[in-house]
């Protein structure tokens, strides 16, 4: 019985583990979405102080293509979180099935001891 208590915790435990994960990686995804916002605007805005918008320009401002590059790296960054929350995601409902299967015997058993016991009595 204490075996199974403990492995229920522990299912517990990984599930809550799975769950902060996929939670920090969405977290991470709309930081990333704000960077790349807040980099547009910054782009835009030295594009038009330099009155160039054209990337291949040579006298295009070094600030805005440096912005581009960050830009983009975010935009890479982001590509793969989309796999590694997917993967997340996987792993949480698999960790939830485990974990709500172990519950749901763990229910069954603890029915059929009371109802041993009531018998009993």
């Given at each position: 019985?204490?075996?199974?208590?403990?492995?229920?915790?522990?299912?517990?435990?990984?599930?809550?583990?799975?769950?902060?994960?996929?939670?920090?990686?969405?977290?991470?995804?709309?930081?990333?979405?704000?960077?790349?916002?807040?980099?547009?605007?910054?782009?835009?805005?030295?594009?038009?102080?330099?009155?160039?918008?054209?990337?291949?320009?040579?006298?295009?401002?070094?600030?805005?293509?440096?912005?581009?590059?960050?830009?983009?790296?975010?935009?890479?960054?982001?590509?793969?979180?989309?796999?590694?929350?997917?993967?997340?995601?996987?792993?949480?409902?698999?960790?939830?099935?485990?974990?709500?299967?172990?519950?749901?015997?763990?229910?069954?058993?603890?029915?059929t001891e009371r109802g041993v016991e009531a018998a009993r009595a």
């Amino acid at each position: 019985m204490k075996s199974r208590d403990t492995l229920i915790r522990l299912k517990r435990f990984q599930v809550e583990e799975k769950r902060r994960r996929v939670r920090q990686i969405e977290m991470m995804t709309g930081e990333f979405n704000r960077m790349i916002g807040d980099l547009d605007r910054e782009i835009a805005t030295e594009e038009k102080r330099a009155g160039i918008n054209d990337p291949t320009h040579f006298a295009y401002p070094t600030y805005a293509r440096a912005a581009m590059g960050r830009r983009d790296n975010l935009k890479s960054s982001i590509a793969e979180l989309s796999a590694q929350i997917e993967d997340a995601k996987a792993a949480l409902d698999e960790a939830s099935a485990e974990l709500q299967k172990l519950e749901s015997l763990d229910g069954r058993e603890k029915a059929t001891e009371r109802g041993v016991e009531a018998a009993r009595a």
